[in-house]
C-alpha cells in the first residue's frame, strides 16, 4: 500500500519535478526561465508566469497548463515538446503511457517522432543491424 501511495506521489508531481530539476540544471531563476518560455508556433511570451512556475515547483495548486503554455514550457526547459506534455499528462490528468519501461526507451521515441520518414527507417534498420548481432551471439 505504501509503494502504491508512493508511486502516485510521483505521477501527480511529473511536471512540477521536471520543471524544477531542468530549471536548476539550466541555472536559471524563475523570473529568467519564465522569459525564456515563448510559445515557438504563435511567438506568444508571457504565457508562463514566474508566479505560476513557483508554485508548480513547490506542488501547490496550479491551473493545469493548455497546449500553448506547454510549447512554451517545453522551450523554456530545452526539452521536447512530447517530454513535457507526457509529465503534464500524468501529473493533471493521471495519463501515464507504459509504451516504454525505461527513460532510454522514452527518450528514444520522443527523438524519433522529430526524425524524418527516412531518418526513422535509418534508425530501425540500426536497431534491427544490433538485435540481430545480439542474438547471434
Request: glycine letters at 6%.
Given at each position: 500500500?505504501?509503494?502504491m501511495i508512493e508511486a502516485e506521489r510521483g505521477v501527480e508531481a511529473q511536471l512540477s519535478d521536471l520543471v524544477r530539476g531542468r530549471r536548476a540544471e539550466l541555472r536559471l531563476s524563475l523570473r529568467?526561465?519564465?522569459a525564456l518560455c515563448v510559445d515557438p508556433v504563435t511567438g506568444d511570451d508571457g504565457l508562463?508566469?514566474?508566479?505560476?512556475?513557483?508554485r508548480l515547483e513547490?506542488?501547490?495548486?496550479v491551473t493545469p497548463p493548455q497546449l500553448p503554455e506547454l510549447r512554451a514550457l517545453a522551450a523554456?526547459?530545452?526539452l521536447a515538446l512530447p517530454v513535457v506534455q507526457e509529465a503534464a499528462a500524468a501529473q493533471?490528468?493521471?495519463?501515464?503511457?507504459?509504451?516504454?519501461?525505461?527513460?532510454?526507451?522514452?527518450?528514444l521515441v520522443t527523438y524519433a517522432e522529430g526524425m524524418s520518414e527516412a531518418?526513422?527507417?535509418?534508425?530501425?534498420?540500426?536497431?534491427?543491424?544490433?538485435?540481430?548481432?545480439?542474438?547471434a551471439r
Amino acid at each position: 500500500m505504501a509503494a502504491m501511495i508512493e508511486a502516485e506521489r510521483g505521477v501527480e508531481a511529473q511536471l512540477s519535478d521536471l520543471v524544477r530539476g531542468r530549471r536548476a540544471e539550466l541555472r536559471l531563476s524563475l523570473r529568467g526561465f519564465a522569459a525564456l518560455c515563448v510559445d515557438p508556433v504563435t511567438g506568444d511570451d508571457g504565457l508562463v508566469k514566474h508566479s505560476w512556475v513557483d508554485r508548480l515547483e513547490k506542488r501547490a495548486a496550479v491551473t493545469p497548463p493548455q497546449l500553448p503554455e506547454l510549447r512554451a514550457l517545453a522551450a523554456g526547459l530545452k526539452l521536447a515538446l512530447p517530454v513535457v506534455q507526457e509529465a503534464a499528462a500524468a501529473q493533471f490528468m493521471g495519463i501515464t503511457p507504459h509504451y516504454a519501461n525505461s527513460g532510454e526507451a522514452r527518450a528514444l521515441v520522443t527523438y524519433a517522432e522529430g526524425m524524418s520518414e527516412a531518418e526513422r527507417r535509418q534508425l530501425l534498420a540500426i536497431v534491427e543491424a544490433y538485435d540481430r548481432s545480439r542474438t547471434a551471439r
